[in-house]
C-alpha cells in the first residue's frame, strides 16, 4: 500500500484501497484485512460496528454529563463551583491533546490491544517488552476498575432514588448500594453476553437517549428552579482546608478528568469496526468535541439551579443532583422521572465499559501476558465470553469497598483514573520520541503532522499532572476510612505483574511487535 498523503488533521484515503468497500462484516474491509495481517492477528471478532454505531458507543461510555453531574459532590468540596467550572475548560483542553495523539496512534495500529500494542510498536527496541507488558496490565487494572465505577454510579443512583422517595422509612445502608451495584453488572454481563451482537444498533439507541435525556434534564432546571447570580458561580471557591485554593482546585481536577477520560475505549473495539483505521480517529474526536460541549452546558447549568450548597451536600440521597433536582422541581415525582433518565445512560455506560474491559483483558490474553491465557483469550458466541465473566468478577469484589469506606467512588474512581493516565502517558510519550529522534512513523488516514511533537508534549504534560493528583484524598489528613487507598491496590496490582514477568511473562512475552510483519 502507498504512503498517506500529508494532510494535516485530515481524514484520507489510502492509494491502493477500494474506497474503504466492506467485503464481508465478519472480515471488514481491505484496509481491516491489511492492518490485521501486518500486526500478525487473526480476525477472530466480528465488524458489525460502523461510525455511528462506535461514535454511540464512545459517547455512552464517556457519559461525560451524566458523570459530571454524578461526581460534581467531589469538586464542589475541593474548588467549589469556581474550581469546577475553570478545571473542566482545563482539563477539556488538556484532553483534546490526549485525544489527538491518540486518534493517530489508533489510525497506526487499529486492535483491541490498544495502549501496550502501541508501545510495543513505538518504544525504543530494548524497552519493547517490559513497556508494553507494564502499560497492558495498567490498561487491564484502568478499564477493569472503570467497569466497576460506572457500575456503582448506577447501582448507588439507585439508591439515591430510593432515600428521595421514602426519607421516613428508608434506612441507607452502604451494603445496599454494594448490592446493588453487583445487581447492574449482572445485567450489563447479560446483556454483553447474550445480547452482544445487537450492541452496535442499541449504542446508536442510547446515544439519542444521551442526546435527549441531555436537554429533558437541563430545560426543567433552568425553567423551574431559581438561579444564582453568575457572580457566585464563577467566583466562588472552596479550599476545604487545604490551604489554598489552586492546591483545592487540583484536587478536585479528578471531577472533569473522569467525565472526560477513556478516549481509548474505541480503540479496544477497532477489531469489530468497519474500516477502522479511517473510522476510528474520526470517533474518537467527534467524541470529546460532542461530549466535551454536552458536559460543560450542563455542569453551568447545575452550578446556576444549585441553590444552598450546603443543603445539597449534605443531602440524604448521597448525590447532590439528586437534591437539586428535588428542589428545583419541587416534585419529588419530576425529581424521580429525571433521575431515572441518569440511571438508565449510567447502566448503558457500564454496559460499554464492560465491553471495552473484557476486549481489552482477550487482547493481553492473546498475547499471553497474563496467567491462565487460553482462558481469557477464549472467543464463545464471536465475543470473549470468559474475559466478560471476570470482569463482572472484578465489578463485584472491587464494590465491596463501600462497605467499608465512606468514600468508595472516589477510590474506584483514582484507581482507574491513575491507570488509564499511566497507560496513556507511556504511550505517547513513545511516539513523542520518535517524532524527537526523527524516526518515520507508521502510515496512517488521520496526520497530525506538524503539530504532532508540540501536541504529543502537551498532553503527557497534563497527563503527568493527573496522575500525581488522581491519589490525593478528598481533604487534608483523613481518617483512615476517607483516605484514598487506591494507590495501595495500584501498587499491588504493579507488583505483582513485575513478579509474573520475572517468574513466567519474559520465557511467554515476546510483545505484539514480534507478531509485526514488517514487509507490508
Not at 464481508?24 to 454505531?53: P, W
Not at 461510555?61 to 482545563?90: D, V
Not at 510519550?429 to 524516526?439: A, D, T
Not at 496512517?444 to 496522575?467: D, E, M, Q, W
Request: hydrophobic share 50%; glycine share 8%.
Amino acid at each position: 500500500m502507498a504512503n498517506a498523503n500529508k494532510t494535516i488533521f485530515g481524514i484520507h484515503d489510502i492509494e491502493g484501497v477500494h474506497d474503504g468497500a466492506i467485503v464481508s462484516e465478519k472480515l471488514g474491509t481491505a484496509d481491516d484485512q491489511h492492518d490485521m495481517l501486518r500486526m500478525g492477528k487473526i480476525q477472530k471478532l466480528r465488524r458489525n460496528f460502523g461510525f455511528f454505531s462506535i461514535f454511540g458507543f464512545s459517547m455512552i461510555l464517556l457519559s461525560t454529563w451524566e458523570t459530571q453531574l454524578g461526581t460534581a459532590a467531589f469538586g464542589l468540596f475541593n474548588g467549589g463551583s469556581a474550581g469546577l467550572i475553570y478545571m473542566y475548560i482545563a482539563t477539556a483542553c488538556g484532553f483534546s491533546t490526549v485525544v489527538l495523539s491518540m486518534a493517530e496512534m489508533g489510525s497506526m495500529a487499529p486492535t483491541a490491544g490498544g495502549q501496550y500494542h502501541w508501545v510495543s510498536e513505538f518504544a525504543p527496541r530494548r524497552a519493547q517488552r517490559f513497556l508494553s507488558y507494564v502499560v497492558g496490565w495498567l490498561s487491564v487494572l484502568g478499564w477493569q476498575t472503570g467497569s466497576a465505577a460506572s457500575a456503582f454510579l448506577a447501582g448507588t443512583e439507585i439508591q439515591g432514588l430510593i432515600a428521595l422517595n421514602y426519607p421516613d422509612t428508608y434506612v441507607f445502608q452502604r451494603w445496599h448500594g454494594t448490592l446493588l451495584t453487583i445487581a447492574v453488572a449482572s445485567v450489563c454481563c447479560i446483556f454483553n453476553t447474550f445480547f452482544a451482537r445487537k450492541l452496535p444498533l442499541v449504542e446508536g439507541c442510547i446515544l439519542i437517549l444521551h442526546v435527549l435525556g441531555f436537554f429533558a434534564i437541563m430545560i426543567p432546571l433552568l425553567v423551574l428552579s431559581p438561579r444564582r447570580k453568575a457572580e457566585a458561580v464563577f467566583t466562588d471557591f472552596n479550599d476545604n482546608g487545604w490551604g489554598s485554593v489552586g492546591l483545592s482546585c487540583l484536587v478536585g481536577i479528578l471531577t472533569p478528568t473522569v467525565s472526560l477520560l477513556g478516549s481509548d475505549a474505541a480503540t479496544h473495539m477497532s477489531e469489530e469496526l468497519q474500516h477502522a483505521s479511517a473510522t476510528l480517529p474520526k470517533a474518537m474526536i467527534a467524541t470529546i468535541i460532542f461530549n466535551g460541549l454536552f458536559g460543560f452546558g450542563m455542569l453551568l447549568t447545575f452550578l446556576f439551579c444549585l441553590g444552598n450548597i450546603e443543603h445539597v451536600l449534605a443531602t440524604p440521597t448521597g448525590y447532590p443532583f439528586i437534591q437539586v433536582f428535588a428542589d428545583g422541581t419541587q416534585s419529588i415525582a419530576a425529581a424521580t422521572g429525571m433521575t431515572s433518565i441518569m440511571i438508565v445512560l449510567s447502566t448503558c455506560c457500564c454496559m460499554t465499559n464492560m465491553a471495552t474491559a473484557s476486549r481489552q483483558l482477550f487482547a493481553f490474553a492473546r498475547d499471553h501476558a497474563i496467567p491462565y491465557p487460553e482462558i481469557f483469550s477464549t472467543v464463545k458466541w464471536e465475543i470473549p465470553f470468559n474475559a466478560i465473566i471476570f470482569t463482572l468478577g472484578v465489578t463485584s469484589l472491587l464494590s465491596l469497598i463501600n462497605i467499608g469506606s465512606t468514600v468508595a467512588l472516589n477510590q474506584i474512581i483514582s484507581l482507574g483514573v491513575s491507570a488509564l493516565i499511566s497507560s496513556y502517558i507511556v504511550s505517547i510519550s513513545c511516539v513523542c520520541l520518535k517524532r524527537l529522534r526523527k524516526q518515520a512513523l507508521l502510515k496512517r488516514h488521520f496526520s497530525l503532522g506538524k503539530y504532532g511533537l508540540p501536541l504529543n508534549i502537551t498532553a503527557v504534560s497534563f497527563l503527568l499532572v493527573v496522575y500525581i493528583f488522581s491519589f490525593f484524598p478528598a481533604e487534608p489528613n483523613p481518617s483512615p476510612d476517607h483516605m484514598n487507598w487506591s494507590i495501595l491496590i495500584y501498587g499491588c496490582v504493579m507488583i505483582f505483574s513485575l513478579v509474573f514477568f520475572w517468574v513466567k511473562g519474559r520465557h511467554i512475552y515476546v510483545g505484539p511487535v514480534e507478531y509485526v510483519r514488517k514487509d507490508l
